[in-house]
């Protein structure tokens, strides 16, 4: 037996010497290598604070004692530790564990959160309202990734708690430098120096005393004091950033060594005002191919695909059977292509990404057209401005989020852009339900929240062609923004145009001709119709299938027509139903005097957990053959006679 296999609770870390903490959370490490090797999940931050995570709950008394982890791409130890290291082959999979921290999973997990950034300022809040007497009191504590602090409310956290000195302990887990043993050892002498009142003062003496050196000296430092200062305040106190927003800074410390770490928290503890413990960590400790891969390693082993590592190695790839035809191409990777040809034809083109490069396929544009490329960071907020200022110089700005990261910059949306009627396009991928990354993941909102707003344009295409039409097609259009939505995964398969033609803005086009009833879908709803049209001609009911192509402004004739020439007009989404493409077909009739019955297919009014995406559409109804069953229940119901 392990002695990972005794730690059913963190309390079970509490009565171990430092010596068998730091094997324990070499034991984490390889459960996880074994694990996710073989489901696949996210990898790398995990396997890097295996050693924070087993110091934190060693120290603490979770769940009295807050432990917040930030994202929770790293939370994958965490959750090992706290009663869920056999269930941990279940994570990301439909009905089992969840991919990041959640308050209904475990009472170890304090906050349920998938976007980055946010940690902190939980933190705060928490601590704030256990200072006032609610609720239990303990110690708080935010882990959270130096990517994450270029998220502004990051920021904004850390100045409310430095104002507020609410004693909250943050956890830096940096994977983005290396630490040598000389640095180390300053860097504990470092640390007595700033949790110690007297040695502040010591350091405000020291200062004050190089003004009284002789020979000129002293007054050539006072006259040069600022600068001189600053340095000198630097040297004594790495760390400066934080200090000046008061917060006590430990570090840099080895993130893998549990009793370096554990002796830092507790050091931090006792201060009683705010500290960041700053811990230099590898990402993908413990396998050679992420830890000795630089930062390609690193980038390539964020996650890791199913059944991609055996025995603690990479696995052998596998033999691919012969394919008669190659598979289509992920509509990201067709985006990417794209937006590169978009930036040849015109100068002005610039593409924007917020730390996902790859992700939104903006990589390609980096490797092709370096100069045409920004990476602002974790920053949405920043992103969305810096594309307004580009586009008020007259550049065609292309900001490539996911739509449900988009959300983060509503306001810069709203104001910024729309009310400015700025030519910025938003390329949202991720569209629809994700999949594995589950409800903080799912783009299922965009159309709603950017449908109310004035001067937008909103499409989303069928397959790839229409993808690639329509960022033209965007790119064209000098009358305000355009909000661009696709999903994630392989695309339809059909070829894409070389030189694209712009479309029409706000023209819908009739795909397949029917009677009795009329589907008009929007982006992936499109593909639904069309199976269940064909589902209902094999029941003998041949029906209209139409592509809206546009959310806003809706072809309002097309949708007139075909609510005209039909008994039932079906709306299909991949979107929430309040507010969104089906509800602006509704509104549309019904401003220009029309009230055909409509049935709206979409989205429900609840998160949707995560999974595999055919396994969750089939869980909210959104497939062909449910759709079919609808169309064909409703038209029995309305009209009391069979469909066929």
Not at 12 to 37: F, M, N, Y
Not at 269 to 287: E, Y
Not at 485 to 508: H, K, L, M, Q, W
Request: include cysteine; hydrophobic fraction near 45%; charge should be negative.
């Amino acid at each position: 037996m392990t002695l990972l296999d005794r730690i059913d609770k963190p309390q079970d870390l509490h009565e171990l010497s430092d010596e068998e903490l730091q094997l324990v959370a070499q034991e984490v490490r390889e459960h996880i290598i074994d694990t996710v090797g073989e489901i696949g999940g996210h990898f790398g931050a995990n396997l890097g604070a295996c050693e924070i995570a087993v110091a934190l709950h060693s120290v603490l008394d979770s769940p009295r004692d807050k432990i917040l982890w930030d994202v929770g791409h790293q939370a994958y130890p965490h959750k090992v530790l706290t009663g869920r290291r056999d269930r941990l082959d279940t994570i990301r999979k439909y009905r089992g564990l969840a991919p990041f921290c959640s308050i209904a999973e475990s009472e170890h997990d304090v906050m349920g959160a998938g976007h980055a950034s946010t940690a902190i300022g939980y933190a705060v809040g928490i601590k704030e309202a256990m200072r006032r007497g609610h609720g239990e009191d303990g110690h708080v504590v935010a882990v959270v990734g130096d990517g994450a602090m270029t998220g502004g409310v990051a920021f904004e956290a850390v100045h409310q708690a430095g104002g507020e000195g609410t004693p909250i302990v943050v956890v830096l887990n940096d994977n983005g430098m290396s630490i040598a043993p000389n640095v180390g050892a300053l860097s504990r002498h470092f640390n007595r120096i700033r949790l110690n009142p007297k040695l502040w003062r010591a350091r405000e003496g020291f200062e004050e005393g190089l003004t009284k050196l002789p020979v000129g000296i002293g007054a050539a430092f006072e006259r040069f004091g600022p600068h001189v200062k600053e340095s000198i305040k630097a040297f004594w106190a790495p760390g400066l950033w934080w200090e000046e927003l008061d917060f006590a800074y430990i570090g840099v410390i080895d993130g893998h060594d549990v009793r370096a770490v554990r002796r830092a928290l507790r050091e931090a503890l006792i201060a009683q005002r705010p500290v960041v413990i700053h811990c230099a960590t590898v990402k993908g400790k413990g396998f050679a191919p992420a830890e000795e891969g630089g930062l390609e390693g690193m980038e390539k082993w964020h996650a890791a695909k199913p059944k991609s590592i055996s025995g603690g190695v990479p696995a052998a790839a596998a033999a691919k059977p012969a394919q008669a035809e190659p598979a289509p191409p992920q509509y990201t990777s067709v985006f990417g292509n794209a937006l590169v040809e978009e930036c040849r034809r015109d100068q002005r083109v610039i593409g924007i990404t917020a730390a996902m490069n790859s992700g939104t396929g903006l990589n390609i544009l980096q490797r092709e057209l370096p100069d045409r490329y920004f990476d602002v960071g974790i920053a949405e907020q920043q992103a969305v401005l810096f594309s307004a200022g580009l586009a008020l110089q007259g550049g065609k700005p292309v900001a490539a989020i996911y739509s449900t990261f988009l959300q983060r910059a509503y306001d810069q949306i709203v104001h910024d852009v729309c009310l400015q009627k700025l030519n910025v396009v938003f390329a949202m991928d991720r569209a629809g339900l994700v999949g594995d990354d589950g409800p903080t993941h799912h783009g299922a909102f965009d159309i709603a929240y950017l449908r109310c707003l004035p001067n937008i344009v909103l499409m989303a295409p069928r397959d790839e062609a229409m993808l690639v039409r329509m960022l033209r097609t965007a790119l064209v259009y000098d009358d305000g923004p355009v909000a661009l939505r696709y999903p994630r995964g392989e695309a339809v398969g059909v070829p894409v145009p070389a030189d694209p033609e712009p479309i029409e803005i706000g023209s819908g086009e009739i795909l397949r001709e029917g009677e009795r009833v009329a589907l008009l879908g929007y982006g992936t709803g499109v593909g639904k119709a069309r199976e269940a049209a064909d589902i209902l001609a094999e029941h003998g009911l041949s029906v209209t299938v139409a592509d809206a192509r546009f959310a806003k402004p809706i072809d309002v004739g097309l949708a007139a027509q075909l609510a005209a020439e039909h008994e039932l007009l079906v709306t299909v989404e991949e979107g929430v139903l309040a507010g969104g493409f089906g509800s602006a077909v509704w509104e549309s009739l019904s401003d220009a005097g029309l009230a055909p019955r409509i049935l709206r297919v979409g989205l429900p009014d609840r998160y949707v957990t995560h999974g595999a995406p055919k396994l969750l559409h089939q869980e909210v109804g959104f497939t062909g053959a449910r759709i079919a069953e609808r169309i064909e229940s409703a038209v029995a119901e309305h009209f009391g006679v069979p469909t066929a």
